[in-house]
């Protein structure tokens, strides 16, 4: 199973999820919450490019296989 890494790349960077979520303009928290706690089943590629784009990484660096 593929998972996101972004609480970890928080941690590694010293952002809060909070920080992360302000970024996130038309996101809902709830949505927001379940998509950083792999709750949902899809991501839309636009949200892996803003990921990257926040957190300064890969699409590489936000999966990790479990």
Do not use: R
Not at 8 to 18: D, F, G, P, Q
Request: charged share 35%.
């Amino acid at each position: 199973m593929v998972e996101l890494n972004v609480i970890e790349l928080l941690k590694k960077k010293k952002k809060t999820k909070y920080w992360l979520f302000t970024k996130f303009e038309t996101m809902s928290y709830t949505n927001f919450d379940n998509m950083i706690k792999n709750k949902t089943k899809s991501i839309k590629y636009e949200n892996i490019e803003k990921l990257c784009a926040f957190l300064e990484c890969k699409p590489d660096d936000l999966f990790v296989k479990k």
